[in-house]
């Protein structure tokens, strides 16, 4: 199961009830982040502890953390980064952390790209820090973006969970990450198993894989499996405009469970989104059809929107299941693609129907 935590969707300043990108990722092999604007520390700290005074087992916790994903150098998507690497060592972590992002080119880097930032970053943090730098090891990652194919990254940190980079179309080289687990084995039919009268051990070893003599009969624990289950992915845009060239089926392997893509305007700015770098409802709902996405799940937002009505209006005209995300919102995939969505009310979590 992939579960997650949308904790920024404004566009490139905050608005009203709205922060900065980030969002947090729960896998079973440990926690992503995927790209982190100032004050995202803070949202993920408070946000995790509003789940855990519900009880729920849903939680989203940095202690978690293996993976940092950044998909352009825009100050909205990584500004975060420094001060809440800052706080993980205060909190004594001592865990690796591998720290991910795009790069134009290695050689003669411009300031502004990751290659440089993450040089002064280390730098600076060498300098703060008494004892001369993190009290954990961090691998910087930086992945060279040169064409529109994706990109497989030179490392994959979590066991059964993989990353790929997707270049998209923004002012400053950048990808969308996608995240992706495994294709399953299919459910076991233990009705089956328990109509056939099995003992236990049986079923067991049946549901391990293993076949069995039962009544003088080989049984074979495929006949006993549902079909493979594909694998649970989603995919994050980052900032684009519209046009990216591997947003599509053929080029990502298949279809995307759920695209979290950027909805900056309404359609009313179709023709400076392309020029500002960004999208409307509109291409993010044509981005998810073209990539068989069930759910669209809206962010990064302009201030100039004061109705997010229009914009689900807009994108359900090509992709009917759309949304705008709200800060705090949890979006789960389920082992069989099913996805559903809370969204923060006071201090519960209450299911949404985006229908
Ligand atoms: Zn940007």
Redesign the pocket.
């Known amino acids: 199961m992939l579960v997650l935590h949308v904790l920024g969707t404004s566009g490139?300043r905050p608005t009203r009830g709205r922060s900065v990108p980030g969002n947090y990722l729960s896998t079973p092999s440990g926690g992503i982040v995927i790209d982190c604007g100032e004050g995202f520390q803070e949202r993920l700290l408070k946000h995790d502890l509003a789940l855990k005074a519900t009880g729920t087992n849903k939680r989203a916790r940095a202690s978690k953390i293996r993976v940092i994903l950044l998909t352009?150098s825009?100050l909205?998507?990584c500004w975060g980064l420094l001060p809440f690497l800052y706080t993980m060592d205060l909190d004594g972590r001592t865990a690796p952390l591998t720290i991910i992002a795009p790069t134009a080119s290695e050689r003669a880097p411009a300031r502004s790209d990751f290659a440089g930032l993450f040089e002064s970053w280390r730098d600076l943090l060498a300098g703060e820090l008494s004892r001369g730098g993190l009290g954990f090891p961090v691998e910087w990652v930086l992945i060279p973006v040169d064409g529109e194919e994706p990109i497989e990254p030179p490392v994959q940190p979590l066991e059964g969970v993989h990353l790929t980079a997707v270049p998209t179309r923004?002012?400053?080289v950048?990808v969308a990450w996608m995240v992706s687990t495994p294709q399953r084995s299919g459910r076991f039919d233990r009705d089956r198993a328990a109509s056939l009268g099995l003992a236990d051990h049986q079923v067991s070893l049946l549901a391990a894989g293993e076949s069995i003599i039962h009544d003088g009969a080989e049984l074979d624990p495929a006949d006993f499996r549902a079909e493979r289950r594909p694998p649970c992915r989603l995919l994050v845009s980052g900032?684009t405009t519209r046009g990216v060239a591997s947003f599509n089926q053929e080029s990502l392997g298949g279809p995307v469970d759920l695209l979290i893509h950027e909805a900056t305007y309404t359609n009313e700015y179709h023709d400076k989104s392309e020029a500002y770098?960004h999208s409307t409802a509109v291409d993010a709902a044509a981005a998810a059809s073209v990539m068989g996405a069930k759910v669209l799940g809206m962010v990064h937002l302009s201030t100039r929107i004061s109705d997010c009505a229009i914009l689900e209006s807009e994108a359900r005209e090509i992709h009917p299941s759309s949304f705008v995300c709200e800060d705090g919102d949890i979006i789960e995939i389920s082992l069989d693609g099913a996805i559903d969505v809370s969204r923060r009310r006071e201090n519960v979590w209450m299911p949404l129907s985006i229908e």
Do not use: L
Request: charged share 20%; aromatic share 0%; no cysteine.
């Open positions: 490139s352009h825009h909205d998507h923004h002012g400053v950048s900032d770098g």
